[in-house]
């Protein structure tokens, strides 16, 4: 390093009184009221920014277990009356009559009329309460449970048209229309179980 000259030494010390005049009364800097404003807003918004944070946490939180309660609602009810294996035993019996249609046919021309047993339960207009409620919140709650979440959702609703009186199991009853109907409710089943939070 080289050493400093005497001019350098006298620059150093003009720049350190110059310095220190800023920062002291004796010429007052316009810009410390305008830095000081600026630093107090900042600071003042730490703890706005953190309550924010935490409502949306907070809400994301109340809306997920919400909604997951209703599901475990709903996949209680269908557990404890047992549709699964409700729909898979008229399915049976619609396979049995049909075969029986089919092995009594006589005529090669024209295909037999096949059987069909209406299947029906009752549900209300409004049955996903919280989840209508919630529908504009969805996308607070993590992306994979809330996929899960919508498909569970669209499953059952497709369902319970099905088993209305003018759905395909409450008019018709086909086996094809049995199929589908179990399909989806297996796969709501195992969506819910997914989601449980003892799963999880």
Not at 32 to 55: D, N
Not at 79 to 91: A, C, E, V, Y
Not at 105 to 115: I, V
Request: avoid cysteine.
């Amino acid at each position: 390093m080289e050493s400093l000259t005497p001019e350098d030494m006298l620059t150093y010390i003009r720049i350190v009184r110059e310095l220190k005049e800023l920062t002291s009364g004796s010429i007052p800097n316009p810009w410390i009221p305008l830095i000081s404003a600026i630093a107090g807003a900042a600071i003042a918004t730490i703890p706005i920014g953190i309550g924010a944070i935490l409502r949306n946490r907070n809400l994301r939180i109340s809306v997920e277990n919400a909604l997951l309660t209703e599901i475990a609602n709903i996949v209680s009810i269908i557990r404890k009356r047992d549709f699964l294996n409700q729909l898979k035993n008229t399915r049976s019996n619609v396979i049995k009559i049909n075969n029986q249609i089919l092995s009594n046919h006589n005529d090669n021309q024209t295909p037999p009329a096949l059987a069909g047993i209406t299947f029906e339960v009752t549900v209300s207009e409004n049955y996903f309460k919280i989840y209508n409620a919630n529908l504009d919140k969805i996308g607070i709650i993590d992306k994979n449970k809330s996929i899960k979440i919508v498909n569970f959702y669209s499953l059952i609703e497709s369902i319970m048209l099905d088993v209305r009186p003018t759905g395909v199991l409450g008019s018709i009853g086909h086996v094809e229309h049995y199929d589908e109907v179990i399909m989806f409710l297996e796969d709501a089943l195992k969506l819910a179980d997914e989601l449980s939070p003892q799963t999880t």
